[in-house]
C-alpha cells in the first residue's frame, strides 16, 4: 500500500464499562506469583514488566473458582507466548517459530531455553489432562504459531484489513488461554450446545483484539507493529481519527453480538452447571481485558 498523511494519531479512549469485576482471591495470587517467580528461574526468557502483565492479566481474566491446575498452565502457557511474541521479526524468529511447531508435535528439539519451555509446556498440559482431550487445546497453539509466521513474515507491510482480521484472531493468543481453562474447570457441553459456545469464543476472542489494537494503537505506530486501525486508515484512505471511529463501532457491534449469543446459551435448557460457569466466564474475560489493559499502560499505552 502507498503511504499516505492520514494525519495525527489521537488518543484512545474507549467508555468505561459497567464490570461485574471477577478478581481472583488473596491465595490464588499467591500461587499464582509462585508459578510465575518458578517459571522464570527456569527458563528466562522474559523481563520483569512481562512478569507483571501476565500477572495482572490473570488478576482480572480468570474464573473465579479457578484452580490450581488451571492456574498454573494458562500462567505458564502466558510466559511462554510473551517470550516468542517479543521477539524481533527476522528470520531468526522464523526459523524458531518453524521448529517451535515441530516440538509441539512431539518432535525432538536441540538446546535452547525457548524450545526447552515450549517441550515442558507441551509435557505439563498432556500430563494434566490427556491426549485425547488436548486435541483442541494443541490445534489452538499450531494457529497462533502459523498467523506468527504470516505476521512475521510481513513485518514492513501493513497488511489489508481481511487478513489482518483473520490473523489477529489467534495472534491475540486467547483462544489457547480459555481453552485451559474449559479443560481445567471441566466444562463438557453437549453436541447441541458446542455451536453456540464456538460463536460466542470467537466473539471473546474479537472483543479482546479489538479492545487491544484501540488502545495500543499509539504504541504500535510508534514502534511500526500491525494494528487494525492502521490498516483501516490505509486501506479506506481515511485519517486516523476516523479509522480509530470505525475500530471502535467494531468492538461496540462485536460486544453487542456477545451478549445476544451469551444469553441465548444461558436460555439452553439443561446447560451443565461446568458449561454455564464457563459462558459466565467468556464473558468476564472480555470486560477485564480491557481494565487491565489500562492499568497495563506501560506496556500498551504508548510508553512500554
Known sequence: MLMQDHGSMPDPHLDPLPL????????????????????????????SLTTKVVSVFMQYCSPASACDVGLALAAEYLMWFFAIDDMPDGLEKLSVLT???LVLQGHPSRDDSLLKATFDLRSRVLHAFGEVET????RSLDLLLAAFLWETERAVDTPPVTLYRKNREHTIAVYPYIELFRLAERAQPSQTVWPLLCALEKLCVEIIYLTNDV???KRDLRKKNHNLVISLACESEVTYEEALSQAISLLKRATDEF?????EILRTEALEERTRKYVDYLGNISEGNRLATVILAERYLGNG
Open 259 to 263: 451478549l445476544v449469543a451469551q444469553n
Open 20 to 47: 461485574r469485576l471477577v478478581e481472583l482471591s488473596g491465595v490464588q495470587l499467591e500461587y499464582l506469583t509462585a508459578v510465575l517467580d518458578r517459571w522464570f528461574k527456569t527458563h528466562g526468557l522474559v523481563n
Open 135 to 138: 486435541g483442541r487445546f494443541f
Open 215 to 217: 488502545l495500543s494503537v
Open 99 to 101: 521448529e517451535i511447531r
